[in-house]
């Protein structure tokens, strides 16, 4: 197979202006483990992403249904692949359009108990069933919430959210299309892209191996450091915790002093290699979708390799073939959740910004019109910019698509495309960037 071409450059003129592009920021450093409780703190008006904290081992089992995880082995689930179709809040027999209502039934908040229990990711409390599991009203008969809020379907897979708990914070969310879903399996000796998936997850396998047996031998000083408030967590990625030896030093055997010392820098150097192969793992498994599913595309930006930035899409290809469309690929190593932004608005609140999800169509019409890199590459072909503006004013669906690709720890690739709201991405007056746009 043929990897996807760059485009030549020229040195036509410009079109449009538009704002200068922000420059990135760098990524949350937290790996392991869900957000904190609470909220967080007011947004300022300038734009910011705020990725939730990437987990490292925590991709779902395969099998029958699996107790709640605990702290540290969580993860964001990834996209439905065996589950069921979406589901909806249990309701009367019709749906509001007046058509039969065929979705399965749902716990109905008569039937749960209250908990006081508040879930580590929206801040909803959890509801006790007669199964003695956790639920929120709404959920299908047989699921189940972790104590992050996470939804585990009758099978005791991960399943896809279809009505996620709310938050103040987001005025916009994303929709994926679930019926669009699709997997890629690598497959050795078939190519570049297939070969760079198995390559960078036999790399992350063997960092996880290293990792499992140096908590193997500090495992039993975490427990015991817990009672004195002390915590040591398997995947931490804290320079801090390198130094924990000395406030540890009081409540330890001179052996386990020593133990500590010796491997608690092991530890965290191990956890921040892990964290840099998920996001290769990532990124390989968007070079494999890309070549797969559009192999005459050009590649525009993005998709080289090094670790994405904030405010930028982790790659966008270009077909100008018959289709002609131009694709955006959010790219999702191990654990890693969907992010947000401010973004500028012109609807009816009053406010001059409001936080976009990943994946929303808000998001998509911002980071189109700020991406740097993506600015990068137009100003170095500005033909190439007058083509791309012309393909997403062009009427019709299918211009333009915006892809979640997400890369397990066994290497399977899952796809699924966000659901576009033509009326907010108004593309008839996106602005691209670059210089003199």
């Not at 399943?159 to 019926?179: I, K, N, S």
């Not at 100008?320 to 959010?330: N, R």
């Amino acid at each position: 197979m043929s990897e996807l071409r760059r485009p030549e450059q020229t040195s036509d003129a410009h079109i449009d202006q538009a704002s200068a592009p922000e420059p990135p920021q760098p990524p949350a450093d937290a790996i392991d483990g869900e957000p904190a409780l609470g909220r967080p703190q007011a947004p300022t008006p300038h734009d910011r992403d705020t990725q939730r904290p990437e987990i490292i081992d925590g991709e779902p089992r395969i099998g029958p249904p699996q107790p709640a995880p605990t702290e540290g082995e969580t993860g964001d689930p990834p996209a439905l692949i065996d589950g069921e179709p979406p589901i909806g809040p249990a309701g009367g027999p019709d749906t509001p359009d007046g058509q039969p209502d065929t979705r399965p039934p749902g716990y109905r908040t008569g039937d749960l108990q209250p908990t006081g229990r508040i879930d580590a990711t929206y801040g909803v409390e959890l509801m006790l069933g007669e199964d003695e599991r956790q639920h929120c009203a709404g959920d299908p008969i047989g699921s189940q919430r972790t104590d992050t809020g996470k939804l585990k379907g009758p099978d005791g897979k991960w399943t896809a959210d279809a009505h996620p708990r709310p938050t103040d914070e987001l005025q916009h969310r994303a929709e994926q299309d679930l019926e669009s879903l699709r997997r890629h399996e690598p497959e050795r000796g078939a190519g570049k892209p297939d070969d760079d998936v198995i390559d960078a997850r036999n790399e992350r396998e063997d960092l996880v191996d290293q990792r499992d047996r140096i908590w193997e031998d500090l495992e039993p000083i975490s427990a015991k450091l817990s009672d004195h408030d002390i915590k040591l967590d398997k995947s931490t990625t804290r320079n801090d915790d390198r130094n924990i030896a000395a406030d540890a030093d009081p409540y330890l055997s001179a052996a386990e002093s020593q133990t500590l010392a010796d491997k608690v820098a092991d530890l965290v150097e191990l956890n921040q290699q892990i964290k840099k192969a998920s996001e290769n793992l990532g990124t390989a498994g968007g070079a494999l979708t890309a070549l797969r599913e559009f192999p005459t595309a050009t590649l525009i930006s993005g998709g080289d390799g090094l670790p994405g930035t904030s405010g930028n899409f982790d790659r966008v290809i270009m077909v100008d073939d018959a289709t002609k469309s131009v694709i955006i690929m959010e790219e999702k190593g191990v654990g890693s959740g969907l992010g947000s932004r401010l973004v500028a608005t012109s609807d009816v609140s009053g406010q001059p910004h409001t936080r976009a999800e990943q994946g929303s169509t808000e998001y998509l019409r911002h980071v189109l019109q700020h991406d740097n890199k993506l600015a990068k590459a137009l100003d170095a072909n500005p033909n190439l910019a007058q083509r791309i503006e012309q393909i997403l004013r062009t009427p019709g669906s299918g211009n333009i698509r915006y892809l979640l690709v997400r890369t397990a720890k066994e290497g399977i690739v899952t796809v699924t495309d966000f659901k576009i709201n033509s009326s907010a991405l108004r593309p008839q007056t996106l602005r691209l960037p670059g210089n003199g746009r």
